[in-house]
């Protein structure tokens, strides 16, 4: 048996932020938009969201320290999360744009319903949604990590999620069988 030299990575400058974002982007994530209510209620994209435990039900968002969002987390008690459909492209980008009105206006170019459990704004048409208790909030460097307990959670079956890599917003693409047998 002979032992192959698989290919190497290329490395790159971890210091230059361009570079190492890049690398980083190499990972699909799914795309969502966190919210938080009151009077006036805040949305955000994130693709920095991923499950954390499920008993008890746990989640995480990380938000960077200069975000208006850190702030607008760190007063709140509860947030909820939206995670978008294939089709919620525009969405992603308005709650990434700010340059987008503040308080409730930034809501008015989107579908939202009210959450059962809290005043934050739930994306219509979003594969799923999740309503959060804030649990832990823990230094992550520039960021700020955020657990939430969920306290209400849903999913619209039949839904793909919006994607995003390589610094693109992706869908998942389903491969048709050709009507073999496995």
Not at 6 to 28: M, W
Not at 123 to 132: K, N, P, Q, S, Y
Not at 151 to 163: D, H, K, P
């Amino acid at each position: 048996m002979s032992l192959m030299a698989a290919p190497s990575a290329e490395l790159v400058d971890i210091d230059d932020r361009k570079q190492l974002r890049g690398v980083l982007g190499a990972f699909p994530t799914g795309v969502t938009v966190v919210t938080v209510g009151g009077e006036q209620p805040r949305g955000m994209t994130a693709n920095s969201f991923t499950s954390v435990s499920l008993a008890p039900p746990l989640v995480l968002i990380c938000v960077n320290n200069d975000a208006v969002m850190h702030q607008k987390l760190a007063e709140a008690s509860t947030f909820s999360v939206s995670v978008l459909s294939a089709g919620q492209e525009d969405v992603a980008r308005h709650f990434a744009n700010h340059s987008r009105p503040a308080g409730t206006g930034q809501f008015e170019a989107v579908d939202w319903v009210p959450g059962r459990a809290g005043t934050a704004p739930l994306i219509a048409g979003a594969v799923a949604h999740l309503e959060c208790e804030k649990w832990r909030v823990y230094d992550g460097g520039d960021h700020t990590i955020y657990l939430g307990e969920v306290l209400t959670a849903g999913r619209r079956a039949g839904s793909e999620a919006l994607l995003f890599a390589g610094g693109r917003f992706r869908q998942v693409v389903a491969e048709r069988s050709e009507g073999r047998a496995a």
